[in-house]
């Protein structure tokens, strides 16, 4: 019985020294967003990209993400739009200038390659759990996270009562981490 306690206390530690640390790298990630506003597409981007990423596929129990981005680089390609968005109704940027996401669980999906992670996104100071499915392709000096999923704006409190703006928007991520 000590034997297999030791065993098992062994490849407890060895799992988590396996588990490794990433930084995501802001000049080679995407962080989009689709919306519809009054019945057309939107998109624009979020830059600002920081925080860490503990990732191994093979230890899914210790990884985490933790990562923000600066709410005050939206870019949606309109300048007018883009500064109307950093106000109060819509992102409050001066008051809220980072949004955020923090891992609370990651799992494995049935397809290879694939993981489920679930969590909390931060905007505008309201916290909403999320899940949503992403991909890990190994890099030579880390790996590129993609994934998706929607959120409906008005959970957090942006863009107040508009009815030409969707309630739903799509998030898109594409990240690099060393």
């Known amino acids: 019985m000590r034997t297999i306690s030791l065993i098992a ?18 000049a080679g990630s995407n962080v989009h967003f689709v919306i519809r506003n009054f019945g ?15 990732f191994n596929p093979k230890a899914l129990g210790n990884n985490k993400f933790n990562v923000t981005v600066d709410a005050s680089t939206i870019d949606t390609d309109n300048s007018m739009r ?12 001066e008051k809220y200038p980072q949004i955020s ?3 609370t669980r990651i799992t494995n999906s049935t397809t290879a390659g694939r993981f489920y992670v679930f969590g909390n996104l931060t905007i505008k100071g309201v916290t909403k759990a999320v899940e ?8 030579s000096k880390g790996y590129l ?9 008005r959970d957090f ?12 928007l799509t998030v898109i991520l594409s990240i690099t981490a060393d």
């Open 9 to 26: 206390t062994f490849l407890f530690i060895a799992s988590i020294a396996s588990a490794q640390n990433y930084t995501p790298v802001d």
């Open 40 to 54: 057309f597409k939107t998109s624009g981007n979020f830059t600002g990209l920081k925080g860490s990423i503990v």
């Open 82 to 93: 883009d500064n109307h968005l950093r106000k109060t109704e819509y992102f409050a940027v």
């Open 101 to 103: 996401f923090i891992s």
């Open 132 to 139: 949503f499915g992403f991909s890990a392709t190994a890099l």
């Open 145 to 153: 996270f993609k994934g998706e999923f929607t959120i409906n704006r």
């Open 157 to 168: 409190g942006v863009g107040g009562s508009s009815i030409s703006l969707s309630d739903n």
